[in-house]
């Protein structure tokens, strides 16, 4: 981290930002004991760590082969895909749809004949209207599931708020608008989130695979369990003594156990978000929201002279201007230059920053992705340590893993310091967890049904 030129004045307006290693214990400790209680019968209605049972039982072992669809829809924008297995072979072709803001402010029913639609379309394109796929919906949002093919939406997430959706069961929605569309045939296997796509995505080329994880618009993770631990799941005697576990670790915090770190920027980004009090983890790590947060500090420092001899723009002190990529691209510039710095600034419509500025912005930077890293970093090593088991891969998926220069790095370096002893742990980028993990889970349900 480059702090050898950073002001002191903004060094010490950044310390709230700093989690040091007893602090990052501590939220561990929380974490962990949320987790408990998701898991628990007795204390899930109430628990804020969800622990969703996913019904994903048994990881891909290799030998699935045929085709398989998947439909992913986890932001403002949603894929089709049309995958072909066979023994360590994989062909995909995928179609991105987009999903406009009257649709996803609009009515369930709605958004579910778009999608169809889309589905149709892509079928005709690929040739494939004739056959009975079976297909994978990766559903990126906060579900209760009763079994692999019925999830309820719980609540709505980034930025989505359609009707007549919440407490209702989407794959029934989204098997309604097929039939309604009438021209396809199509078998839903399995509905799962974008979490348990990625490790799946990753099982299929490392066995080790236990932990899947989102660090992009969104954060979630989900990791394997075993049965008897998971209290709600009920084939306890089926299947392979294991079950992956959709934490929907976001939420963790809504309950108030992370006021003690949280910070002015977090309660301005939560109140000021479409969802205010929840999410609470998730606003302090997630490409949504890390942007803002950087620029909420800048605002402030700006205001308190200690930036830009006081004077900013407009664009500076406007909501949302200061996007997350901006953060990992003043990050990018190696040490010692400040070229994206340079130009973002100008953008921004701030023409007079110094060189003193720009050290000193993107320190502040570094502050808010380090912070980030390190809680995703406390949620993953909590886990490390529960299951206990010698060696593990961390999928991960996400903007914010893959594009922002030292998370990878970040998250390596903290992680070591809070594992157990004898705990060997990596981790791995997933390609396409959320599409190609879909199909996988498809492919491993009619696996084990023939």
């Not at 974490?31 to 007795?42: A, P, Q, T, Y």
């Not at 079994?147 to 359609?162: M, Q, S, Y």
């Not at 930036?307 to 002190?317: C, D, I, N, P, V």
Request: glycine letters at 8%; charged letters at 25%; aromatic letters at 8%.
């Amino acid at each position: 981290m480059s702090t050898e030129k950073v002001d002191q004045a903004i060094r010490d307006g950044c310390k709230e930002l700093v989690l040091d290693l007893p602090t990052l214990k501590e939220i561990s400790k929380r974490f962990l004991n949320d987790v408990n209680k998701g898991l628990k019968k007795e204390t899930h209605p109430t628990a804020i760590v969800k622990c969703f049972v996913t019904f994903v039982q048994d990881l891909p072992n290799g030998s699935e082969k045929g085709k398989f669809l998947a439909l992913d829809l986890g932001g403002t924008n949603f894929r089709v895909l049309l995958i072909e297995l066979s023994k360590h072979h994989f062909e995909m072709r995928s179609k991105i749809y987009a999903i406009p803001q009257h649709i996803m402010l609009g009515s369930g029913e709605h958004l579910f004949d778009h999608i169809a639609d889309c589905l149709a379309k892509f079928m005709k394109q690929e040739h494939v209207m004739d056959e009975t796929l079976p297909l994978g919906f990766t559903f990126s949002f906060p579900l209760t599931q009763t079994g692999l093919t019925k999830g309820t939406l719980e609540r709505w997430t980034k930025g989505f708020n359609c009707s007549n959706v919440v407490g209702n069961d989407v794959v029934q929605m989204l098997k309604d608008a097929i039939a309604r569309h009438g021209d396809v045939k199509i078998e839903v296997c399995a509905i799962l989130n974008d979490t348990t796509g990625t490790l799946m995505s990753c099982a299929w080329k490392n066995p080790n695979c236990r932990i899947g994880l989102i660090v992009g618009t969104g954060s979630n993770a989900c990791y394997v369990e075993r049965q008897k631990n998971a209290e709600l799941f009920d084939d306890v005697d089926k299947g392979s003594g294991n079950v992956v576990i959709n934490l929907e670790w976001g939420a963790f915090g809504d309950d108030g156990v992370l006021d003690f770190v949280r910070t002015a920027y977090d309660r301005d980004v939560d109140t000021n978000s479409v969802n205010p009090g929840k999410q609470l983890h998730e606003k302090m790590i997630s490409g949504m929201y890390m942007g803002e947060l950087t620029r909420l500090a800048l605002e402030r420092f700006t205001k308190e002279g200690l930036l830009f001899g006081g004077k900013a723009s407009e664009a500076l002190f406007t909501r949302g201007r200061f996007y997350t990529k901006y953060v990992s691209e003043i990050e990018s510039d190696p040490p010692g230059t400040i070229t994206s710095c340079r130009e973002i600034l100008e953008e921004l419509d701030i023409h007079h920053a110094t060189d003193q500025d720009c050290i000193n912005v993107r320190y502040v930077c570094e502050r808010v992705s380090k912070r980030a890293a390190d809680l995703v970093s406390s949620g993953i090593a909590t886990l490390l340590n529960k299951m206990n088991q010698s060696r593990v891969t961390v999928a991960i998926d996400g903007s914010v893993y893959k594009y922002h220069p030292h998370f990878h790095n970040l998250m390596m370096e903290t992680i070591s310091q809070l594992v157990n002893p004898g705990i060997t742990f990596d981790l791995m980028l997933s390609e396409d967890g959320s599409g190609r993990g879909a199909a996988l889970v498809a492919a491993v349900a009619s696996r084990i049904r023939q």
